[in-house]
């Protein structure tokens, strides 16, 4: 079965910093989608990023970009020049290519400090 | 503008009551999820379904039921509502094919049983 791992409970940043959450996977398919969500403090659940693990390129959006490491089943998310409305719970998924199901990492409070 | 919606947001109940936790999304979607969300913000599924008349258990037992009737109705009821069922539930949805565009959330339902 498939685990992703965060292993980091909370983080904070300074307004206008860099921060980067990880998040480790261990599955043995080969071709395999990653994904992170941001959940802001009693607001709805949205998709950030989406990796296809067959595209060496990583994937960005706007100020949030991933480090994509498929040999070492890595896949952390950067945010760059973070802002108040950054601060949520971050969830790392991830779906193999023939699944219906997500799973689940346990989460990283981000809290962007003004 | 949100394609999933959840009532009630917010709900207080007393012990022993029947209640039902309303999920729609217009996106056309064949595949719905229920998610319980622990106080530590971790995910657990408790319920999914494929298609309608399809409705399984997740991976957290629960004393909840679902039902699909309706491709885009999937409500949750619980027959007797205890304090132990005080949690957040997010329902979710995933279109055609495989879950390789991950899910759309619904914006939650906060339960608390007193």
């Known amino acids: 079965a498939q685990t992703v791992t965060q292993s980091q409970p909370e983080m904070s940043v300074q307004e206008a910093e860099t921060v980067t959450l990880s998040c480790t996977y261990d599955t043995s398919e080969n071709n395999y989608y990653l994904f992170w969500y941001k959940q802001p403090p009693s607001r709805q659940m949205i998709l950030v990023i989406r990796q296809e693990a067959y595209k060496q390129q990583n994937a960005t959006e706007n100020r949030f970009s991933v480090n994509f490491q498929k040999a070492a089943k890595s896949f952390s998310l950067k945010i760059s020049d973070s802002q108040l409305g950054d601060t949520a719970m971050y969830f790392c998924a991830y779906s193999g290519a023939g699944s219906y199901q997500l799973t689940f990492g346990k989460g990283t409070k981000l809290s962007v400090i003004p | ?114």
């Open chain 2, 1 to 114: 503008e949100a394609d999933i919606y959840q009532t009630p947001r917010y709900l207080v109940i007393g012990t022993g009551k029947k209640i039902t936790l309303e999920c729609s999304q217009t996106m056309g979607h064949d595949k719905m999820y229920w998610y319980q969300q622990d106080p530590g913000m971790e995910l657990h599924l408790i319920h999914y379904s494929y298609g309608v008349n399809s409705t399984e258990k997740g991976d957290l037992s629960s004393e909840s039921t679902v039902s699909r009737i309706r491709t885009e109705h999937f409500p949750l009821t619980l027959e007797s509502a205890r304090p132990s069922h005080t949690s957040q539930y997010l329902c979710a949805s995933s279109g055609f094919g495989k879950a390789t565009y991950g899910y759309t959330f619904g914006s939650g339902t906060r339960l608390t049983v007193v």
